[in-house]
């Protein structure tokens, strides 16, 4: 015969197995994002870019946005969540493959003032890092519009967008803890 608190236990073993796989995960998308973040503002700070930095910037950088998207869908905010991370998606599909880069900063963009505004109705992450992020995209596709691709808003997009990276990166790790 099976006792229920032996089944109890075994299910509440299997759950806190499925609960340690989810913080892992959640720890490792904040990492990637830091690290992204550090990446963005390195290279614009003091332009330390290195061969193929630029792949990696957009993978760990995908991370950190999945990250974010975990945590926005976590808080109930699903359809934030799946229409933001489609329009940075797209934007950074197109940045890559077709170089068009207005578009792919529209989209970014978009998609990013979409995560904000679900992260902001999360209440997840800081009003400090919403900021950030709500300010990063406008003054990125500013910097795209104006004269020369060294642009001092795109530059300044790119550090707040850098520095809003390692505040989720921080943010998810300090989450993925719980």
């Known amino acids: 015969m099976i006792r229920p608190e032996k089944n109890l236990g075994l299910a509440n073993t299997q759950m806190a197995e499925k609960i340690n796989k989810a913080n892992s995960f959640t720890r490792l998308t904040g990492l990637a994002g830091a690290l992204a ?7 614009v700070a003091a332009n330390f870019v290195f061969p193929g930095s630029d792949i990696l910037i957009i993978f ?3 991370l950190g946005i999945l990250g974010i998207f975990l945590a926005v869908r976590d808080a109930g905010q ?4 799946i229409v933001g991370g489609l329009g940075v998606l797209i934007g950074v599909v197109l940045l ?3 170089r068009s880069t207005l578009l792919a900063g529209i989209f970014f963009g978009a998609g990013m003032l979409v995560l904000v505004f679900g992260m902001h109705k999360t209440g997840v992450f800081p009003a400090w890092l919403i900021g950030l992020w709500a ?12 004269v020369g691709p060294d642009a001092l808003f795109q530059q300044i997009g790119a550090v707040l967008l850098g520095l809003g990276f390692i505040g989720v990166g921080y943010t ?4 993925g803890r719980t």
């Open 78 to 81: 699903v359809q934030l969540g």
């Open 60 to 62: 760990l950088a995908l």
């Open 37 to 43: 973040g550090l990446m963005i503002v390195l290279g």
């Open 172 to 175: 998810s790790l300090a989450r």
């Open 96 to 98: 890559v493959f077709s």
């Open 135 to 146: 300010l990063a995209p406008i003054l990125g596709v500013l910097g795209l519009m104006s």
